[in-house]
């Protein structure tokens, strides 16, 4: 393997590790609220704006189609989404958060923050936006999270 692949492959497993270790920080905090890093992203992309589609959804949270309904199904019932058929496209589900999401986020964002902040804190300042510039630079913003 050239230096370069090698590079690429130890960049790459940095990012992969850095990614888990800011979820895990977050679940740890999010726990004690009873709820979910997921249930948090499928909210947070349903707040405001449009209504999503599921396929969407499932590409924006990197979860699978099955896996999404079955957490769409039991967010719905928890009263935090509200799904209804596209009146353009009857086979697409659209979702939204209902305002008990809206305030089950907003009461779990110093939690999130806070998981963020225990793993970021280890750079300092000056650190934290050169990563933040290299970042910007290899995930540009027109490719939406």
């Known amino acids: 393997m050239s230096a370069r692949a090698n590079s690429a492959y130890v960049l790459a497993r940095l990012l992969k590790r850095a990614r888990r270790q800011v979820t895990n920080a977050i679940r740890e905090r999010l726990e004690p609220a009873g709820t979910s890093l997921v249930t948090i992203q499928v909210l947070k992309h349903t707040i405001g704006g449009e209504a999503?589609?599921?396929?969407?959804?499932?590409?924006?949270?990197?979860?699978?189609?099955?896996?999404?309904?079955?957490?769409?199904?039991?967010?719905?019932?928890?009263?935090?989404?509200?799904?209804?058929?596209?009146?353009?496209?009857?086979?697409?589900?659209?979702?939204?958060?209902?305002?008990?999401?809206?305030?089950?986020?907003?009461?779990?964002?110093?939690?999130?923050?806070?998981?963020?902040?225990?793993?970021?804190?280890?750079?300092?300042?000056q650190e934290q936006a050169e990563l933040e510039r290299l970042l910007e630079k290899l995930a540009p913003v027109d490719d939406p999270d």
Not at 59 to 88: F, H
């Open 52 to 125: 999503l589609n599921q396929l969407e959804l499932a590409r924006l949270t990197e979860l699978e189609p099955a896996a999404l309904s079955r957490l769409l199904i039991d967010l719905e019932e928890q009263r935090l989404i509200a799904r209804r058929r596209d009146p353009e496209d009857n086979r697409r589900v659209l979702v939204t958060a209902t305002a008990a999401g809206q305030a089950l986020v907003e009461r779990t964002q110093p939690a999130v923050l806070a998981g963020i902040e225990s793993v970021i804190s280890r750079l300092s300042r």
